[in-house]
């Protein structure tokens, strides 16, 4: 409820989540939200921890102030790829969200380092810690404070789909997890005289290192240019495949500029003996409500396809049926054939998944369709799918 009442103040338009100024508008809410939620909980396990002289209150202390420096950099971040496009980057600054993320993770993995050097120090030289229920209270509302944090940008992050929030969300939920950890140590060093504060600094700050780990590898995928959403992939089929003279559509792309800021380029089949001009006013409509949509910029291709010659629907189905006998992940496109008097050459292209070895799958198709009739060659391009 305090969550979406936070949305309705700050947040105008807040169900339109495609539009870069809502984006905006939620990022700086979840950063300025993160930023003083983080200050003063640094605050008051500092004071907790030097009070008590426990170094695991210390380290957690301080594990806040680097999400702090995290909130500072959701809130840049955001800023930055808000940005419109400008003459050098015309695509706009939406990957600067992924840079963002990166360097959360870079300082939860510092974080985690210097907790274990504090750990350490505390194993070599062990040192009683001082008890109190106002630091077990102090760490109790932390672990509140962490939990409605991690729900919260785990809610935006979600919202409008944003690598920067979910590793803000997961690095809340560390924090829940080494808060709780460090209080059930301190009632345990409590109840049984048991020094063990160094230690679990020491699992605590394994735990956070792994998650920074974690962070950084989800992080980069998008960089090094991963596949795309397939319920993305699916809308996009869908609107395309819904006009009546659309048959077909293949060679999908789509590039990513940033969440929220996708070009796509496909192949749109439609029939050769067609009106041209409908064809490509029909593409055009096309394009114009990809934007609407889904607020993708599209660039279609039309691909004439002959849909009155029965011998070449015969062999596109035989054609595709053998794919199908060899490997059923096999599929083809922009299939059409050219007759001769003595021969006739079978032309398509065959998409083919990730590490498909196999050396002679024109030869092997080529054997089979000649068993149908000997005049027919193969021609064939091997391709993979960017979907």
Same mark, same amino acid.
């Not at 955001?78 to 992924?98: C, I, M, N, T």
């Not at 079978?346 to 998944?353: C, K």
């Given at each position: 409820?305090?969550?979406?009442?936070?949305?309705?103040?700050?947040?105008?338009?807040?169900?339109?989540?495609?539009?870069?100024?809502?984006?905006?508008? !939620?990022?700086?809410?979840?950063?300025?939200?993160?930023?003083?939620?983080?200050?003063?909980?640094?605050?008051?396990?500092?004071?907790?921890?030097?009070?008590?002289?426990?170094?695991?209150?210390?380290?957690?202390?301080?594990?806040?102030?680097?999400?702090?420096?995290?909130?500072?950099?959701?809130?840049?971040?955001?800023? $930055?790829?808000?940005?419109?496009?400008?003459?050098?980057?015309?695509?706009?600054?939406?990957?600067?969200? !992924?840079?963002?993320?990166?360097?959360?993770?870079? =300082?939860?993995?510092?974080?985690?380092?210097?907790?274990?050097?504090?750990?350490?120090?505390?194993?070599?030289?062990?040192?009683?810690?001082?008890?109190?229920?106002?630091?077990?209270?102090?760490?109790?509302?932390?672990? $509140?404070?962490? +939990?409605?944090?991690?729900?919260?940008? &785990? !809610?935006?992050?979600?919202? #409008?789909?944003?690598? *920067?929030?979910?590793?803000?969300?997961?690095?809340?939920?560390?924090?829940?997890?080494?808060?709780?950890?460090?209080?059930?140590?301190?009632?345990?060093?409590? $109840?049984?005289?048991?020094?063990?504060?160094? @230690?679990?600094?020491? +699992?605590?700050?394994?735990?956070?290192?792994?998650?920074?780990?974690?962070? +950084?590898?989800? *992080?980069?995928?998008?960089?090094?240019?991963?596949?795309?959403?397939?319920?993305?992939?699916?809308? #996009?089929?869908?609107?395309?495949?819904?006009?009546?003279?659309?048959?077909?559509?293949?060679?999908?792309?789509?590039?990513? @500029?940033?969440?929220?800021?996708?070009?796509?380029?496909?192949?749109?089949?439609?029939?050769?003996?067609?009106?041209?001009?409908?064809?490509?006013? %029909?593409?055009?409509?096309?394009?114009?409500?990809?934007?609407?949509? =889904?607020?993708?910029?599209?660039?279609?291709?039309?691909?004439?396809?002959? *849909?009155?010659?029965?011998?070449? &629907?015969?062999? &596109?189905?035989?054609?595709?049926?053998?794919?199908?006998?060899?490997?059923?992940?096999?599929?083809?496109?922009?299939?059409?054939?050219?007759?001769?008097?003595?021969?006739?050459?079978?032309?398509?292209?065959?998409?083919?998944?990730?590490?498909?070895?196999?050396?002679?799958?024109?030869?092997?198709?080529?054997?089979? %369709?000649?068993?149908?009739?000997?005049?027919?060659?193969?021609?064939? *391009?091997?391709?993979?799918?960017?979907?």
């Amino acid at each position: 409820m305090f969550t979406k009442a936070l949305i309705g103040r700050f947040v105008r338009d807040s169900e339109n989540t495609a539009a870069p100024a809502v984006r905006t508008a !939620y990022g700086k809410l979840a950063g300025m939200a993160g930023l003083a939620a983080n200050i003063v909980l640094f605050l008051l396990k500092l004071l907790a921890g030097i009070f008590s002289g426990s170094v695991a209150i210390i380290a957690d202390a301080f594990n806040n102030l680097s999400d702090a420096g995290s909130s500072v950099v959701t809130l840049v971040g955001f800023r $930055l790829a808000g940005s419109p496009p400008d003459e050098e980057h015309p695509f706009g600054h939406g990957r600067v969200e !992924y840079l963002s993320a990166l360097t959360v993770a870079a =300082l939860i993995m510092l974080a985690g380092v210097e907790l274990a050097g504090s750990a350490i120090d505390k194993i070599l030289e062990p040192a009683s810690s001082a008890f109190s229920w106002t630091t077990v209270g102090i760490l109790m509302i932390a672990i $509140l404070v962490k +939990l409605w944090m991690a729900r919260l940008n &785990r !809610y935006i992050g979600g919202r #409008i789909r944003s690598d *920067t929030l979910i590793a803000a969300a997961t690095d809340s939920r560390n924090d829940v997890i080494c808060t709780t950890v460090v209080l059930v140590s301190s009632i345990f060093t409590h $109840l049984t005289s048991i020094q063990i504060d160094g @230690y679990v600094g020491v +699992l605590v700050s394994l735990f956070v290192i792994w998650s920074g780990f974690s962070v +950084l590898k989800e *992080t980069l995928s998008p960089l090094l240019g991963e596949a795309p959403d397939p319920e993305l992939v699916e809308q #996009i089929r869908q609107i395309v495949l819904e006009n009546e003279g659309v048959v077909g559509i293949h060679d999908l792309i789509v590039h990513n @500029y940033g969440p929220g800021r996708c070009i796509v380029s496909l192949h749109a089949e439609v029939p050769a003996h067609g009106d041209i001009l409908h064809s490509h006013e %029909l593409i055009d409509a096309v394009e114009r409500r990809l934007v609407r949509e =889904l607020n993708i910029t599209a660039c279609i291709h039309m691909d004439p396809v002959d *849909t009155q010659d029965e011998q070449v &629907r015969e062999l &596109r189905v035989l054609t595709e049926t053998i794919l199908g006998d060899i490997d059923p992940a096999l599929s083809l496109h922009d299939f059409r054939l050219v007759r001769g008097e003595q021969r006739m050459n079978v032309i398509f292209d065959v998409v083919v998944p990730f590490g498909y070895a196999k050396a002679d799958l024109q030869a092997e198709i080529e054997r089979r %369709l000649q068993n149908v009739d000997k005049r027919l060659f193969v021609v064939l *391009t091997v391709e993979h799918s960017f979907t």
